[in-house]
DNA sequence: GCAATAGTTCAGTATTATTGAAATATTGAA
DNA sequence: TTCAATATTTCAATAATACTGAACTATTGC
């Protein structure tokens, strides 16, 4: 079993999760996990656009994760991925509120 | 003579800002701009460390002024550079306070 | 056990970053 | 006005990173 990579809430850096958010899809992926009512959606749940590569998609939701952003966790057959609002917030206040206020 | 590259207020993209930012080395370069008294730095004066190559520093000069963040123009001998924050935080506001917030 | 489902890993290709060397532009002095 | 010095850009090569299809792993239900 793949076990994934979370780094510690001091252990975010803000370059990390910058380099994560500037790309569109990712951005796109944490806000629609922000904006989940459940709080955790699958990998597939979360894709921003259909015509994306699997893999591609596993790569992204790597970068956000490894950035700190997101928080993944094997649930059955699926994945469960939920935004690490309250670290990542403790770490950098403002920052995601920021951000997230320009993403569409 | 070469012709700088800056894009109107209303074409700076919050993915052009972050991607620029997400660099620790142009994270520097823009926040030293920001501090200094002038308003305006050449770019050896604005370096964030004196071991980088000349043209790894124009490279990164390039990305910070085609994501909107700071203006060139070239006076004498030399460039002077100098951050667009106005432009930047009618764009974007706030955005840029929260991220440099945590910049050391 | 077998097929279906959800993701990951791998390996090749494509894009982007870094750098030394050469080129360009400006200034000031001979 | 020619020449050297200075500041920076451009070019071309290499290094690092991203994207993708194909193959693989893990889980569930039949």
Redesign the pocket.
Known sequence: ??R?VHPAKEDITLEGVLGALS?PMRLRIFSKLLGSRAGSL????ATPCEQ????????????LREAGLIR?T?Q????LNSARWDDVNERFPGLLKAILKFQG
Do not use: I, P
């Not at 699997?54 to 939701?61: I, M, N, R, V």
């Open positions: 079993m793949s994934f790309d699958s990998c597939s749940g994306m590569a699997k893999s591609t998609l596993s790569h992204h939701f790597r970068v993944t094997k059955g057959v699926e994945n």
